[in-house]
């Protein structure tokens, strides 16, 4: 199983980006999925996850300015992100909760996506 994030890049304060992660190999079945980040120096923490239901759960700090969003059926899960600030820089992994065709449930996690917030 893999994870492949893409998305990030440069934006100003107050800008825009949507980020996208897309599971691929032997999958069973997604239990979950989600974002979390990790600022130079900090510790990674949680964006934001969705279930396969559409059951979100955000980081208080992100409510309000980032949504969550999942398609089934392409294994993908989106993060956009809206009103950027300079502490949004971080890089962004994307995080899988997925059952193999074998049925090993196990934790993935993408390459990680930078996003820098910049004037």
């Known amino acids: 199983v893999q994870l492949q994030a893409s998305g990030g890049g440069l934006v100003q304060p107050g800008g825009s980006l949507r980020l996208s992660c897309t599971a691929s190999?032997?999958?069973?079945?997604?239990?979950?999925m989600g974002w979390y980040r990790q600022a130079p120096g900090k510790q990674r923490e949680l964006v934001a996850t969705?279930?396969?239901?559409?059951?979100?759960n955000y980081a208080d700090s992100r409510k309000g300015r980032f949504t969550i969003s999942r398609d089934n059926a392409k294994n993908t899960v989106y993060l956009q992100m809206n009103s950027l600030k300079p502490e949004d820089t971080a890089v962004y992994y994307c995080?899988?909760?997925?059952?193999?065709?074998?049925?090993?449930?196990?934790?993935?996690w993408g390459q990680g996506t930078q996003v820098t917030v910049s004037s």
């Open positions: 190999g032997t999958i069973f079945s997604i239990n979950a």
């Open positions: 995080h899988g909760d997925i059952t193999t065709g074998w049925g090993s449930r196990n934790i993935y």
């Open positions: 969705i279930t396969t239901s559409g059951r979100t």
